[in-house]
């Protein structure tokens, strides 16, 4: 941060394009008179989708530089020489960081980021691995905000086990839309990745492999499940995930057990 965020000097022609997408540039300090956020000089430069505020001296210095901004949200810290830039559906707005003294520069459900951003060039997921868009358009920054549940899965527990079946049970999150039971052999489960819709099947290998052998069980708002398909004296992880299904969110906290076949 000492440093400033992104530096970019080229030669006199412009003949260098540099593109900044989806990134949030905050809470950056540079000692020199320009910089802080993005300094760009000599070149060319496109920044799409990104959040630029909160850096010292200024959010974006251009110098002798063509600059394009596209759905971005910066503070009213802008410094250009020569040419002005080219703005499009650019805003300047406080972003609403979920909290930016912790470094934590998700943004809160009344951002102005939200949906605001562009498909020009977008990646497929945010920074944490959440698809993009969530919502009716892509968010604009780094992070995709995804509205997960605030209760979590309690009671997770076997009511029966034989050779080759378990019956499990669980009280589903208050405020959640269902519950994705992960089940994995002889080790803990992968987690799942916000915005992909799974298939659950209660034959052990059936369902969905969310990673390394991790099969989704179930997918839904029952609180009960016989799983089948199971290997005896072999022992098995189950994890369940407080989902809100209609963009298929997950709580980062699941209740985990393990049991033990006969």
């Known amino acids: ?32 008179i320009v910089g802080g956020g993005v300094f760009a000089s000599l070149t060319s430069i496109n920044i799409y989708n990104s959040i630029l505020y909160g850096n010292d001296n200024s959010d974006v210095t251009t110098e002798f530089a063509v600059a394009q901004f596209r759905n971005c949200v910066y503070g009213n810290k802008f410094f250009y020489s020569w040419l002005p830039p080219t703005e499009v559906s650019t805003q300047i707005a406080d972003p609403l960081f979920v909290d930016a003294n912790a470094d934590d520069y998700r943004v809160q459900s009344a951002s102005p980021a939200i ?35 605030s209760n979590e899965v309690t009671g997770l527990d076997t009511t029966s086990v034989s050779g080759k079946y378990a019956t499990l049970g669980w009280v589903n999150g208050g405020d959640a839309e269902g519950v994705l039971l992960v089940v994995k052999e002889g080790g803990q489960p992968d987690n799942p990745t916000c915005g992909v819709g799974y298939t659950g099947d209660a ?7 969310i990673g390394n052998s991790s099969y989704a069980v179930y997918f839904g708002a029952n609180e009960s499940l016989t799983l089948k398909g199971l290997t005896p004296s072999t022992t098995y992880y189950v994890e369940a995930w407080s989902y809100n299904m209609t963009d298929f969110c997950f709580m980062e906290i699941s209740e985990t057990i393990s049991f033990t076949t006969t």
């Not at 605001?116 to 892509?138: C, E, T, V, Y």
């Open 1 to 32: 941060k000492a440093t400033g965020g992104i530096y970019v000097m080229a030669g006199s022609t412009h003949e260098y394009l540099t593109n900044v997408y989806s990134c949030t540039v905050a809470d950056n300090t540079e000692t020199d």
């Open 203 to 209: 034959v052990f290998g059936n369902g969905s492999d």
């Open 115 to 149: 949906d605001a951003g562009s498909s020009l060039s977008a990646p497929s997921d945010d920074l944490l691995g959440i698809l993009r868009p969530m919502g009716a358009a892509d968010d604009i920054g780094a992070y995709e905000i995804c509205e997960a549940p």
